[in-house]
């Protein structure tokens, strides 16, 4: 851990302030997103009937991977925060795991747009591989696409000479495995395809979706629902790249902007990696009839004033 005696007393009070305030900020967006993600897990549990439905199993699967990528960098947040150092066959796992759910957020993003796409358009005649019993085939490509990144970071990883991966002390960091410049050049390049077919597949289906709005007189209602909840996916896509112009950012805002570049670092960090995590369960949970209405039947406060005999349509 770094020493902080060695630091000017009004350098190192700066320094203490700025993070309890980073704290006092991201712990309880952190622990109310993981309210709500075991108040809708429970909710699936407690009610089987969500499982017959490929749309709430992927949302599932979103919620666990978000979960899984808030931990993860949560975690790293709070150590490097607290200045902690420890080798790095420690912190590589935890940098895996939050690469990979990290990609993993605009798979499951494009697979849900060609869900909505596919319960529209072949409402009668879904393809085999969308139904729920096997979704879950999906789920796993998603995961092996996911894991690629990170896996050939380790295998690129060129560490300094002296630099020991099972005993050398380092700040838990993605600069840590990205040293080489050939690493970084593969690193942005695939990144750019992956967003780039993802934000494709997106914007074809939002279209496909549009037109048919346009084109049927029954059933609008819903086909407009699903065209809005594109256009959702498409934002929080937008919202994911936007992480990746954060070094061009930060050159050109620390020359205009009175921010050290910790600061900036945090406020991209927040809004560009754990905001779009913490939209999702609203986005997609609360704008869910049917799982609200089933929600409400758990929650203490709102069992009592719900009739639990009342039957509540699940969309398929």
């Known amino acids: 851990m770094q020493n902080l005696t060695d630091l000017p007393g009004n350098t190192t009070s700066s320094i203490n ?44 699967y979103m919620l666990i991977n978000d979960t899984l990528q808030l931990l993860s960098s949560v975690s790293l947040f709070l150590l490097v925060m607290s200045f902690v150092q420890f080798a790095i066959v ?22 849900m747009s060609l869900e909505r796409y596919v319960a529209i358009f072949y409402p009668l005649h879904r393809p085999a591989i969308w139904r729920p019993e096997w979704i879950w085939i999906i789920v796993l490509s998603l995961w092996i696409i996911s894991c690629i990144l990170p896996t050939v970071d380790f295998v690129l990883m060129r560490l300094k000479p002296n630099v020991d991966v099972r005993s050398t002390p380092v700040l838990c960091k993605t600069a840590v495995l990205n040293a080489s410049p050939i690493q970084a050049l593969f690193k942005v390049s695939l990144n750019g395809i992956f967003f780039a077919v993802v934000a494709v597949v997106i914007l074809f289906t939002y279209i496909r ?15 407009r629902k699903a065209q809005h909840t594109v256009l959702l996916h498409g934002f929080q896509l937008l919202l994911s790249v936007m992480a990746f112009s ?22 991209y960090y927040f809004c560009f990696i754990l905001l779009p995590r913490f939209l999702s369960p609203l986005i997609y949970g609360l704008r869910d009839e049917s799982l609200r209405s089933y929600m409400k039947k758990v929650m203490p406060c709102y069992g ?13």
């Not at 420690?90 to 697979?111: D, G, H, K, M, Q």
């Not at 070094?247 to 050109?252: G, I, Q, R, S």
């Not at 009592?304 to 398929?316: L, S």
């Open 90 to 111: 420690f912190c590589a796992p935890l940098l895996f795991v939050s690469t990979a759910t990290f990609l993993n957020t605009p798979l499951i993003l494009s697979t």
């Open 246 to 267: 954060q070094p061009v950012a930060e050159l050109f805002l620390f020359q205009r902007v009175n921010l050290s570049q910790a600061d900036m670092s945090f406020i």
């Open 209 to 223: 979706i549009l037109l048919e709005t346009r084109r049927m007189r029954q059933d609008r209602a819903s086909v």
């Open 17 to 60: 302030i700025s993070v309890i305030v980073k704290v006092c900020v991201v712990i309880p967006f952190f622990i109310a997103f993981l309210f709500f993600i075991l108040l809708t897990l429970y909710t699936f549990a407690s009610h089987r009937q969500f499982f017959d439905s490929s749309r709430y199993i992927l949302f599932t």
């Open 304 to 316: 009592a004033r719900i009739d639990p005999h009342k039957e509540v349509k699940i969309t398929k």
